[in-house]
Structures are given as C-alpha cells and as structure tokens.
C-alpha cells in the first residue's frame, strides 16, 4: 500500500491506498476488482483514512459521481438524504466557500458529509423510480458495489496483517536459530547460504518455488515476496518457520529438518502447492 494525505473541511488525514499487487497477490482478486478498486479509491480515499470519525463521505463528490441528478445538488439533498435520513446521524453539513470573495462574488453554501452506510443506501436507492436516468442507476450500483467490496478488502487487509506481522518477527527468531546451528556445528554464521537454503526450503516444501520463482509469479520486488503472498500461505509458513526453529534447536540436521517439513506440507498443505504450480 502506499502513503497519501487528504483534507476535509480543514482537517488534513493521512491514509494507506491499495496498489494492484496488493489486491491480486494478498487477496488473490480478479483484475476486474482490482479496476473497481482502482477508479473509486481515487475519488472516495475517505475510506482509506486513519484516525476520522464517520462522517467520512463527501455529499457533493457522491451526488457528482452518480451523474449528478436532480440537476442541482441542493435538490438533491433534500429529496433523497434529508427527508429519509437523521442529522448528526446519518450525515452531518457544513459551510463551503464557493467562488473567490475578491469583488464580493464569494458566498457560503451548505454541504456534506455523509456515513458509509447512509452512502450505500443513497446509491441502492438511486436510479430506482421509473423515472430515473439509466445512468444514474447503473453508476449507483457500481458505487455501492466499491463501497461494499472495499469493506470486505480492508476487512481481508486487516486479517493479513495480523498474520504477517507475527510471521516476520518468527523469521527474525529463524535466523537467530540458524546463527546457533551454524556455530554449534561449526559454520561461518555470517554466510547468507544456510539462511537462504532455509527459507528456499520452506518456500519449495509449501509452493513448490523458490523465493526467485515466486516472485516471478507474483511481481513482487526483491525481499518481498512474503508480502505478495495472500493470508493463508504466510500462516502456513509462520507455522512451519516455529517448527524449523524447534528443530534447528534439537541440533537436527539440515537433511532431518527438510524431510519432516515436506512431510507437513504433502500430509496438510498439498492444496497450497497445486495452486502455484497449476
């Protein structure tokens, strides 16, 4: 994901924005998601802020966005937000300057801001007379629909991150363990070969790749492709990194080591390696 800053109302918020790998690679989505993804967090990034309250919708953006009906977006408001829904519940107003006040010709409108439910039922709702353009109806589906699969992909964001961040701190113990093998049997702990012949291993036993390969697959950059691989493989890995380092402990060899971690993989995780091969 990678950094931005957005005002609202004065208030400047800092927020995270998906990239296409994180989607296709952590969440393992289709490119068509990852298109609707792409075009609506550009033009809604509220729902991507850190550390603000509800009211995270831009009224006027979303009356834009549905193809502007009603004509005017004061009409608007009040035909479809203020008659059904609650003030300081459901959405909140503040004033806007419009124009420039130089020669007098800058006034002070009302807008909004709305909660992400109260956007979702704005958009279901929109288009649903007989009346209504085609248009603003397919566009208030289309918004609904990045409304609720962005919800179901931070959702998934935050669940990779609960493993991931563990994971990389068993990597960091791995490597202390693989020191002490390396010294107990007297190798050069300093040489990157044994760290990088102990993860390779893990990596094959469960993909059937190496680190190299995997990114290939993925278009990770260099040292990171764990964090192209989707939730489920970097727990299995976690996993496996705790039992490596048991074994790593007991002074087993490399060989004993690589034997009983392609046996968890075949007897348990035979599914992860069909995935990246087929």
Known sequence: MKNFTRTINGVKYKGEMFEELDIINKFNLSNEKWELI??????????????????????ETLWNELGKPQGEYGKWFKRKVECLFQENVD???????????????????IR?????????????????????????????NLIREY????????????EWTLVREPEKEGFKEMRKSISDWCIR?????????????????LNVALTGLKACDLRA?????????RDNLFTEVNQILSNLQFANIVMLENNSSFIERQKMIENMCSSKYKHIKEYYIL
């Open 38 to 59: 792409d075009k609506y967090q550009k033009t809604f990034p509220q729902l991507l802020l850190k550390d603000t309250n509800d009211f995270i919708i831009d009224g």
């Open 91 to 109: 959405y909140s107003r503040f004033a806007k300057l419009v124009g420039t006040i130089k020669n007098n010709k800058g006034k002070e409108v």
């Open 112 to 140: 909004h801001t709305l909660t992400l439910e109260s956007s979702k039922h704005i958009c279901l709702m929109s288009g649903s007379d007989k009346k209504s353009d085609e248009n603003v109806r397919e566009k208030g």
């Open 147 to 158: 409304f609720m699969l962005m919800e179901k992909t931070l959702k998934k964001y935050n």
């Open 185 to 201: 049997n007297h190798y050069d702990p300093t040489d990157e070969y044994f760290y990088i012949r102990e993860s390779n291993m």
């Open 217 to 225: 697959i993925t278009k990770a950059k260099f040292n990171q492709t």
